[in-house]
């Protein structure tokens, strides 16, 4: 088998390390990490702190004392005191028994990602891993291996165990991994390829390389990268269904929008007045002969749906950013040596965040979807042809690229419902109630890649539309996107095969190119804060 080692999101070309020590990582550094293969190295204050820290375990294994964590069993085992010559074993045991997902691998970026994270909490010297340990670690990572993580196995509690545990089995030349070429093979053979020696755990080192949340967090960081993009990207094909709609831009007036001061209903209503600015055909009805009181909500609200989806893609920001400040373990070393048990492995903040997420996500996709087909109507499109269609009755124009989005727009739906409030009790009741937070990340990675592809076919048809609208000129900004798509989607005429411009649409969308183009419009307008 062989993984496909790029992301189909974006084309990121990264070159450079990116330093990783007990500061909190950015946005920027984990997805060029994830996503374009930046090294990582350990910075020297991270290099001081691990080794600080080992020193505290190192003494409390040699103790007569148990310490969970450290000389103990795990979870529901943790009253077993583990005699020194079987740690080890106890070590490989629980790495061995903890990696047991199921189902297929998740995607090469988000097992990086997680990996980044584990590293960075280990590199603010609160888990007690051997410098060795981290160091081979990051030497993984640069190293291009990635090892396979199954879709099942994390509950968003105690960390995302299985994923991670699958991670410390590789890096003890165990299980499964791709290598840098996207093969599927023995980590051990990989391993010895890249040079890396297998690692033997010691004491903590089970625990402390697996009870992160960081297959939540990467999931969470790349998401908010991609809808950050998605939500401008909606504002574009927004305002060109309004274009092509012959509907007004008056009622994103800054004044009026003063009047409801969400932050993000007045970014995506400014974004919109900047799209539409000397549009022709917006020009055209605006006298004293347009008889149309007002447009439809799915024109006239879009900057107030569009708005909530970045006021919340803040707020979700805002989570990630504290996460990316944390160090998430349990037992965790303190400055004094205290290694103290805590809860701040549960992924409660951020399965909240994610499952939060999906809600508007799936709004802004339906508000879509009501544009897409309004265009499509002969009764409620001013004019247009049938379904856009060259010839309609011989031809169907867009009518089933319709229904897929309508189908895209009802699973997303389905996946606005929460994870988060499903726990389910495990480990003989010791963790009785859990996060659900891998979850609710899976189901928003998939709805992210849905909005793509709802935003993909507004943009097929608001672009059909508009030449349609022919010999009146699209706005420079609508325009200028419209023109881009041309360059990898046909304008109007006989039928053709629709699944392929649909697919060119999504990775046009998915390579920011779309975003690019409308941003050199909309920045001088908004002075450069689109």
């Not at 979870?75 to 903890?98: T, Y």
């Not at 939060?356 to 897409?372: G, H, K, Q, W, Y």
């Not at 169907?396 to 409030?421: C, E, F, N």
């Amino acid at each position: 088998m062989r993984y496909n080692v790029e992301h189909p999101a974006t084309q990121y070309q990264v070159s450079g390390t990116t330093e990783v020590g007990p500061e909190p990582l950015t946005f920027e550094q984990v997805a060029a990490v994830a996503r374009g293969r930046a090294s990582v190295r350990l910075s020297e204050g991270a290099e001081q702190g691990i080794g600080d820290t080992r020193k505290h375990i190192d003494t409390l294994a040699a103790a007569e004392q148990p310490t969970y964590g450290v000389s103990t069993g795990f979870g529901a085992l943790a009253v077993r005191h583990i005699p020194p010559e079987r740690r080890a074993a106890l070590q490989a045991s629980f790495v061995r028994s903890h990696a047991a997902g199921a189902g297929d691998p998740v995607e090469p970026e988000v097992v990086r990602a997680l990996m980044l994270l584990r590293l960075h909490t280990v590199a603010t010297g609160r888990t007690g891993v051997r410098p060795e340990t981290a160091h081979a670690l990051a030497a993984l990572l640069n190293s291009g291996i990635v090892p396979v993580v199954h879709e099942y196995g994390s509950l968003g509690c105690s960390g995302d165990l299985a994923p991670l545990a699958a991670v410390a089995l590789a890096l003890t030349g165990e299980g499964e991994v791709f290598d840098a070429s996207g093969a599927r093979r023995p980590a051990a053979e990989a391993l010895s390829e890249a040079g890396i020696q297998p690692v033997t755990l010691a004491e903590k080192e089970g625990l402390a390389l697996t009870n992160g949340t960081d297959g939540m967090l990467g999931m969470l960081v790349l998401a908010l990268r991609d809808l950050s993009e998605l939500v401008d990207v909606a504002d574009v094909t927004a305002a060109m269904s309004v274009e092509a709609l012959l509907g007004t831009d008056r009622a994103f007036a800054a004044d009026l929008q003063a009047l409801r001061p969400h932050p993000g209903q007045a970014r995506s209503a400014a974004r919109m007045r900047a799209l539409l600015a000397d549009s022709p055909v917006v020009a055209s009805h605006r006298g004293p002969d347009c008889t149309r009181v007002q447009d439809a909500y799915s024109m006239r609200c879009s900057p107030q749906v569009h708005g909530s989806a970045r006021d919340t893609v803040e707020h979700a920001a805002t989570v990630a950013e504290r996460e990316l400040a944390a160090a998430i373990d349990n037992p965790v070393v303190l400055d004094d040596g205290r290694v103290e048990s805590n809860g701040n492995f549960h992924g409660a903040p951020l399965a909240h965040a994610l499952d939060f997420l999906a809600i508007p996500l799936a709004d802004v996709a339906s508000i879509a979807e009501r544009r897409t087909d309004r265009m499509l109507d002969v009764a409620r499109s001013q004019g247009l042809p049938a379904f856009l269609a060259d010839d309609p009755g011989v031809d169907s124009g867009y009518m089933i690229a319709h229904y897929t989005q309508a189908g895209v727009v009802t699973d997303l739906k389905r996946s606005a419902s929460p994870a988060s409030v499903d726990s389910i009790p495990t480990s003989a009741m010791q963790e009785d109630h859990v996060s659900m937070g891998w979850s609710a990340a899976r189901k928003l990675r998939t709805a992210v890649s849905g909005l793509r592809t709802v935003l993909a076919v507004e943009l097929l048809t608001a672009a059909r539309a508009l030449d349609l609208r022919a010999p009146l000129e699209a706005a420079p900004a609508t325009g200028a996107v419209r023109d881009l798509l041309r360059t990898h989607v046909s304008g109007p005429g006989p039928d053709e095969h629709v699944a392929p411009q649909i697919r060119a649409a999504e990775q046009l969308l998915a390579s920011g190119e779309v975003h690019r183009v409308a941003a050199e419009h909309v920045d001088p307008v908004l002075g450069g804060h689109s």
